[in-house]
């Protein structure tokens, strides 16, 4: 099962979809979720549980953690050497610049931000973006000479982009509405459970 700890080290930034994947749930995150949540085993553990191949989890594992985790890490305290845990309670430290402000500095969800993110960009269809809008997204968000956090919103939208758009393309407002209060991941592991065991039955 895809447990908060576990996916919350993948989209584990306030900063945009990161911290859900990884996190599932921020401010109340810190509540349902472990202290710290390894690298290896669990993000790569939740891509994996998502549908997500090998070499996609693999490497979000030590891009997410790697960057993630020291962020994270409690004053006064020494992160573990080349585990690179993600420490939940301080997951909002965890926001990068150029991101869609859909999260404020303290990790708290912002509807009105969120709502912008399709006034401002969906042209197609109102509850939707094309792989074309989210690239205008991504742009609009860029701030001057912020290269990681260009890289860093780049990579969690793409993903997400990846994982979630319907076969025309459009990725829903439902879906990343459910990305930032948690839901969609257990969504996504419950429906591949459910074309595994319905493809067995064939």
Not at 37 to 60: C, D, K, N, Q, W
Not at 70 to 83: C, R
Request: aromatic share 8%; net charge positive.
């Amino acid at each position: 099962m895809v447990r908060p700890s576990t996916i919350a080290s993948i989209f584990a930034r306030p900063s945009s979809v990161a911290l859900r994947l990884a996190t599932s749930g921020v401010p109340a995150l810190s509540a349902v979720a472990p202290i710290s949540a390894p690298v290896s085993s669990g993000v790569l553990t939740g891509f994996r549980a998502i549908g997500a191949g090998v070499p996609l989890s693999a490497f979000s594992s030590v891009f997410i953690n790697g960057l993630l985790g020291p962020k994270t890490v409690p004053e006064n305290e020494k992160a573990p050497g080349f585990k690179l845990p993600i420490y939940v309670k301080n997951i909002q430290k965890g926001k990068h610049g150029s991101d869609s402000g859909v999260y404020d500095a303290n990790g708290r969800f912002v509807p009105e931000k969120f709502e912008e993110i399709f006034k401002k960009h969906a042209h197609t269809r109102p509850d939707a973006l094309t792989g074309k809008e989210l690239k205008e997204l991504l742009k609009a968000n860029r701030e001057p000479n912020d290269f990681k956090g260009w890289l860093g919103g780049f990579t969690e939208w793409k993903v997400l982009y990846s994982l979630c758009k319907d076969e025309k393309g459009f990725l829903h407002k439902d879906t990343v509405r459910a990305v930032y209060d948690g839901s969609l991941f257990e969504k996504l592991e419950h429906e591949r459970k459910s074309k595994k065991e319905s493809t067995k039955k064939k």
